[in-house]
């Protein structure tokens, strides 16, 4: 621990010594449901190292959620809680959805806002900005996200995912931008030499104002937007980035 240096919001300090916690968690299971709370991290989108509305790289949650599973589809509902005032509260809902082929699709929505535990955040079936729109003030912040993992053939699948964070629908002098992020990946699995090679290739384009918001909801895990990660890609705004990696097996593939 640095001299004078205050430690961060999980960690205690005696002497120099320091602690965290990243992964405490109770869960109940059923057949086609599951209850749990705890801290844990959380990441939605069909992306595996990082999503666009929610990622692992922001950290684990304190956080109560629920999930349901209904033959091909899934439902699943959270509640976090931001910082150690506990007033900032991150709440979110996935519809997800495995279709024919192996192709697979879900709708994420979640909202950040400041105040004590909102239960209208925590029906699943709800719609967070309708809920906003007609009961609460704009002070929330809500995102939404359309993702998709396709597979193209044996050994090509094509990953995406669509971040919605604002639209201007309505276009004048003094509309602000659209705050909008999008990623397109694509994974293949080649035999080279008796050898698997694996490709992977990419792009992620997130707007300049995307997870920028007002009243202390912008779209962080903590609650100093210089410091802490944000909640969805840790690009953050006004970026772009290339990916293009490959990896070649040591031995041959064992049949």
Do not use: C
């Amino acid at each position: 621990n640095e001299r004078n240096h205050k430690p961060a919001a999980r960690t205690k300090s005696y002497r120099g010594l320091t602690g965290e916690f990243a992964r405490a968690l109770v869960a109940m299971n059923g057949d086609w449901w599951q209850v749990r709370a705890g801290r844990e991290y959380l990441q939605w989108g069909s992306d595996r190292s990082e999503g666009l509305i929610l990622s692992r790289t922001a950290g684990s949650f304190d956080h109560v959620g629920a999930k349901i599973e209904i033959g091909r589809f899934a439902l699943s509902t959270f509640q976090a809680t931001l910082g150690p005032s506990h007033e900032r509260r991150l709440a979110g809902h996935r519809l997800t959805a495995a279709l024919p082929r192996g192709i697979f699709v879900g709708v994420s929505e979640t909202a950040l806002y400041v105040r004590d535990f909102d239960f209208a955040y925590f029906m699943p079936l709800s719609f967070f900005y309708a809920q906003q729109f007609s009961e609460r003030d704009n002070d929330d912040n809500v995102l939404w996200s359309l993702d998709w993992k396709v597979p193209l053939r044996r050994g090509l699948i094509l990953y995406g995912e669509l971040l919605i964070d604002d639209i201007m629908y309505e276009r004048d002098a003094k509309s602000g931008a659209d705050r909008v992020g999008a990623n397109l990946s694509a994974d293949a699995l080649l035999l080279v030499g008796g050898r698997e090679l694996e490709i992977t290739g990419g792009y992620t384009y997130i707007d300049i104002y995307t997870y920028v918001h007002g009243s202390g909801t912008a779209y962080i895990a903590g609650e100093s937007s210089w410091r802490d990660p944000l909640i969805g890609s840790p690009l953050g705004p006004d970026a772009d980035r290339w990916l293009a990696r490959a990896a070649l097996g040591l031995g041959e593939r064992l049949e």
